[in-house]
């Protein structure tokens, strides 16, 4: 009885696993949608999975200038953490200029994805410069 149990909750695990892949790839393709509603959907469903999130780094690293998704985008990186490491170079460029609350945003998700990162103490030290985020609460280097 305990090994068809154990069986049972392998077999489960494993379709669980599958599953959850699968509905990244799914979400993926979504990000290259045309309507910009069904990318932000589709960024914020990344960014609740976290980590599993991985696979899609370069999707969101892409989605990071375009501003109808830039703040969920650098919030699914965020929420992915250091594996999201390949998308800093497009954060940084976010974090250098715009909007200033896009910028925040990409100082913010530069802090959390790489906070040891040549180009994440630049934004750093840009956003301290800058009269409206230097009053951000950013830590120091």
Do not use: K, Y
Not at 11 to 27: C, F, I, P, Y
Not at 104 to 127: D, G, K, M, N, Y
């Amino acid at each position: 009885m305990r090994n068809l149990l154990f069986v049972l909750l392998a077999g489960l695990s494993a379709a669980l696993v599958t599953w959850r892949q699968h509905g990244v790839d799914r979400l993926r393709a979504e990000l290259a949608d045309q309507d910009p509603l069904v990318r932000r959907g589709a960024a914020l469903a990344l960014m609740r999975r976290g980590a599993a999130a991985a696979p899609a780094v370069p999707e969101l690293a892409a989605l990071v200038a375009d501003d109808a998704v830039a703040a969920v985008a650098m919030s699914a990186l965020a929420a992915i953490g250091q594996a999201a490491e390949p998308a800093v170079p497009a954060v940084a460029a976010r974090a250098m200029g715009g909007d200033f609350l896009l910028r925040a945003r990409a100082v913010f998700t530069l802090c959390r994805i790489a906070p040891e990162h040549p180009q994440t103490a630049s934004a750093v030290a840009a956003a301290r410069a800058t009269p409206l985020l230097s009053t951000l609460a950013v830590p120091a280097r």
